[in-house]
Antibody, heavy 120, light 107 residues
Framework: QVQLVESGGGLVKPGGSLRLSCAAS????????MSWIRQAPGKGLEWVSY????????NYADSVKGRFTISRDNAKNSLYLQMNSLRAEDTAVYYC?????????????WGQGTLVTVSS | EIVLTQSPATLSLSPGERATLSCRAS??????LAWYQQKPGQAPRLLIY???NRATGIPARFSGSGSGTDFTLTISSLEPEDFAVYYC?????????FGQGTKLEIK
């Protein structure tokens, strides 16, 4: 069965950095686009970034552009999000999600999320 | 950026009743609209994609309709486990955006 397991969240000071990881299993990881979605406490969902199956294409929300970098290692079935220059408004649960193979932009499986808290 | 506006913000109904949730886009998204369900403390779950296609394992009481700018998610007869927050999401343009959510609560 498809499993996505995020890790790497925690408490970090403003201006700090954090690297999130997502371990994928139960499917051919290298065939799928992958994304990071976040949800601030008590708020709605925001699409942070996506990466194509071969890493050729990436894109970012304006709110994180220039500070966050998405990457993947298909040999390790892993997705990453490097977050630099963190701000209080980046505090959120970060989910990794798989995009549908025949419907890019449809998030058909999600991880359980990892909480990032940016606070002094 | 395409803005998705969901209504109502909160919907209070009883089990067995029919639920109708709306999502309006600020510009056409063709049929590239999905619906997700989120329960407290859980990740969202895909219900409907491309306006009217049920995702794998989703019960037939969930249905979607619409195209262009106006979309509807209908739950034909509410089960206790259906009370949750529902989000619409468009994949027509980047950034891919979500609506602000409709909370479906037990009356």
């Amino acid at each position: 069965q498809v499993q996505l397991v995020e890790s790497g969240g925690g408490l970090v000071k403003p201006g700090g950095s954090l690297r999130l990881s997502c371990a994928a299993s139960g499917f051919t990881f290298s065939d799928y686009y992958m994304s990071w979605i976040r949800q601030a406490p008590g708020k709605g969902l925001e699409w942070v970034s996506y990466i194509s199956s071969s890493s050729s294409y990436t894109n970012y929300a304006d709110s994180v552009k220039g500070r966050f970098t998405i990457s993947r290692d298909n040999a390790k079935n892993s997705l990453y999000l490097q977050m630099n220059s963190l701000r209080a408004e980046d505090t959120a649960v970060y989910y990794c999600a798989r995009e549908g193979i025949a419907a890019a932009g449809v998030l058909d499986y999600w991880g359980q999320g990892t909480l990032v808290t940016v606070s002094s | 950026e395409i803005v998705l506006t969901q209504s109502p913000a909160t919907l209070s109904l009883s089990p067995g009743e029919r639920a109708t949730l709306s999502c309006r886009a600020s510009q056409s998204v063709s049929s590239y609209l999905a619906w997700y369900q989120q329960k407290p403390g859980q990740a969202p779950r895909l219900l409907i994609y491309d306006a009217s296609n049920r995702a794998t394992g989703i019960p037939a009481r969930f249905s979607g309709s619409g195209s262009g700018t106006d979309f509807t998610l209908t739950i034909s007869s509410l089960e206790p486990e259906d009370f949750a927050v529902y989000y619409c999401q468009q994949r027509s343009n980047w950034p891919k955006t979500f609506g602000q959510g409709t909370k479906l609560e037990i009356k």
